[in-house]
């Protein structure tokens, strides 16, 4: 950051040490502006936001950064602090190697190509979901009414796109409820990162939760949904439930709309 505020730097550093470089990645993501930071300690990852709608985000992402903090089942960056500023808020995290899946599979020109990385998608949302609900995670049956309150709440303050039709069409058809697991809560291609052709890790995890694994199957396969191989590979590595279309349509059509 150009004009990384004196402050802010003071209080990074106070974190991570003296910094030798601060450098904008060159993906970016759409709530938050990324910078590598280097410093004698090692190298971290600055995420910034600047909107009352994506700080909450940040801090909702912080939170459960720091609460996994000391786990080493679910493959998330290690964080290091969270600082918040007048007119923005800061989450420092390691920096983790590996580029985005959307970006790998872009990368894969052929379909054999592909169908490695998202099998490999498959595998690691399967062990999220399979992963026993303890501390810090708790048992809830809650979720989806909770995001639904969210939803109303974004309506309301003009924070989505999604639309007040729509989201009454969603309060009165509620899937049937599945078991509840541990869940990413945003699990598209874009926020897992890959590493020599095995995804390996979550990131962009301000929704990490226990939830309905219905929604992180969604996402994940929406990027391939109309292609039968590419699903294909997915359901090779994930075996926890196949969605139905409906569901598919409630969460990735529907829920999805308003965040
Ligand atoms: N810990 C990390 N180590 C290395 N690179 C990272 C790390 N976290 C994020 N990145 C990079 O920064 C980009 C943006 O990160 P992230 O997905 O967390 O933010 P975002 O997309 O702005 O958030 P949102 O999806 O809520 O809009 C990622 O695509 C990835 O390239
Ligand atoms: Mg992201």
Redesign the pocket.
């Known amino acids: 950051m150009n004009h990384l505020d004196k402050l802010l730097k003071m209080q990074l550093e106070s974190l991570i040490g003296s910094i030798s470089t601060i450098d904008r990645?060159e993906?970016?993501?759409?709530?938050?502006i990324?910078h590598?930071v280097i410093t004698k300690s090692g190298t971290y990852?600055l995420?910034s936001s600047f909107k009352e709608k994506?700080r909450e985000?940040l801090q909702a992402e912080a939170i459960v950064l720091e609460k996994l903090v000391s786990q080493s089942i679910i493959p998330v960056?290690h964080y290091y602090g969270f600082l918040e500023e007048q007119n923005s808020s800061h989450l420092i995290?390691?920096?983790?190697q590996?580029?985005?899946l959307t970006t790998a599979l872009a990368q894969a020109k052929t379909d054999t190509a592909k169908l490695p990385l998202i099998k490999s998608l498959g595998q690691l949302l399967h062990k999220l979901h399979s992963t026993e609900i303890k501390e810090p995670f708790h048992h809830s049956d809650e979720w989806l009414s909770e995001r639904l309150q969210k939803a109303e709440y974004y309506v309301r303050n003009g924070w989505t796109e999604g639309s007040n039709e729509l989201l009454t069409l969603l309060v009165k058809n509620k899937p049937l409820k599945v078991k509840q697991t541990i869940i990413h809560g945003?699990c598209t291609t874009?926020?897992v990162?890959v590493v020599n052709g095995t995804v390996t890790k979550f990131?962009?995890v301000?929704g990490m939760t226990v939830g309905d694994p219905r929604y992180d199957e969604a996402l994940a396969i929406r990027s391939f949904v109309h292609d039968k191989k590419l699903k294909n590979a997915f359901y090779e590595g994930y075996k926890h439930y196949k969605i139905t279309l409906d569901e598919f349509r409630y969460f990735d059509e529907g829920l999805y709309e308003f965040f």
């Open positions: 990645l993906e970016q993501g759409g709530t938050s990324v590598q990852l995420k994506y985000w960056p995290m390691s920096f983790e590996g580029i985005t945003d874009d926020n990162l990131i962009d301000a």
